[in-house]
């Protein structure tokens, strides 16, 4: 790799690492805010373990969805689905986010990486169906194990995704597990 090419990679790679320190509105098992970078780590590790699982899909490109799909937020940060209000655009916020954050990568590679985000975003292929699925399913399964706030909406995740959860079978079962779970914890963390 050329030196400029390198160069170019360590500062995308700094500046994604930005999603370390970008927090999601999940907590964790221990009650600390859950960062967008922990988040992918989960949902490519999801896809470690029930890639198989899943006729006629390329593992490694459902990976490379799956670690692209959230890198705009490195910028602007995370927006929870509770907080996005009519009129605001997360698509075009995300990708013009994108675009800044590539910009730095040799061009090859830059168009990647946002042609791998324009897939995810339209669900254009078996993967990013896949993928979008996956992540719906990865943030219902974190909300399940965090310790939550006292005021925290169980009921919310019993509607959320559902469209992106339905679009495969493994998907719908693990969705029904989750439901499952959700209901459990709804009803634990109602007073008296």
């Known amino acids: 790799m050329p030196g400029d090419r ?12 930005r999603l370390k320190s970008t927090l999601r509105s999940g ?7 859950e960062s967008v970078a922990e988040h992918t780590w989960r949902l490519c590790l999801m896809v470690l373990v029930l890639a198989d699982e899943f006729e006629n899909i390329d593992a490694l490109r459902l990976t490379k969805l799956c670690i692209v799909h959230d890198l705009g937020e490195a910028l602007s940060g995370d927006v929870p689905a509770v907080m996005q209000t009519e009129g605001f655009d997360k698509s075009a ?8 954050l590539t910009k730095a990568l040799d061009a090859g ?20 169906i896949i993928a979008k699925g996956l992540d719906k399913l990865e943030t219902i399964l974190q909300h399940n194990q965090g310790e939550n706030p006292v005021d925290f909406d ?9 469209r992106q959860t339905s679009a495969h079978p493994l998907l719908a079962e693990i969705r ?16 008296g």
């Open 6 to 17: 390198l160069l170019g990679a360590l500062e995308f790679l700094r500046e994604a690492g």
């Open 27 to 33: 907590y964790t098992s221990t009650g600390r805010r």
């Open 93 to 100: 916020q995300e990708r013009a986010d994108l675009h800044v």
């Open 109 to 128: 590679k830059r168009a990647e990486i946002l042609s791998l985000w324009e897939e995810y975003e339209a669900a254009s292929s078996p993967e990013a």
């Open 154 to 162: 169980y009921a919310f995740n019993l509607g959320y995704g559902q």
């Open 176 to 191: 029904t597990l989750l439901d499952d779970e959700t209901k459990e914890r709804a009803q634990a963390s109602r007073p």
